[in-house]
Each structure stands twice: as C-alpha cells, then as structure tokens.
C-alpha cells in the first residue's frame, strides 16, 4: 500500500474508534490534515476522491485484519 494512503487509513481508523470529546476532535484534525498535505502533493486529485480511496482502502484493510475462521479437528 502506498506510504500516503496507509497514514491515511490508519489515522481514519484511529477517528472511528475514537469516542467523542477531545480525543475525537484531536484524531479529527490530524486526519484532516493528514488529507491535505496528501492533496497539496498530489494536486490532480479531489478531496472527495481521496476520501472515496481511504475509506475503499480502510475496508480492505479492516476484512484483511480479520482471522479467518477455524473449522474444530476431526475426532
């Protein structure tokens, strides 16, 4: 995965599981501005799309942090 966008699927991340209060609103503004220092690099994309790409990448992340399910020994 691209440097850029897994800093931004973990800082999503961090402000989904965030409560609300100061911590959320903290992990907020730093997921913002982690979106617009990517935007100011890369000015050929919108932040709409960008949002679209991290929250995309963020569910695939999340079903490959998932452990597949076992199936019990046979007896």
């Known amino acids: 995965m691209n440097p850029d966008l897994e ?3 973990l800082a999503f991340d961090a402000l989904r599981q965030a409560r609300s209060g100061d911590e959320a609103r903290r992990l907020e503004a ?3 501005s982690k979106l617009n220092d990517v935007l100011t690099r890369h ?3 919108s932040l709409d799309a960008l949002m679209r ?3 995309l990448a963020h569910q695939r992340w999340v079903h490959g942090q998932q452990k597949p399910a076992t ?3 046979k007896a």
């Open 7 to 9: 800093a931004l699927v």
């Open 30 to 32: 730093l997921y913002r």
């Open 43 to 45: 000015s050929g994309i």
């Open 53 to 55: 790409a991290v929250d």
């Open 71 to 73: 199936l019990p020994p």
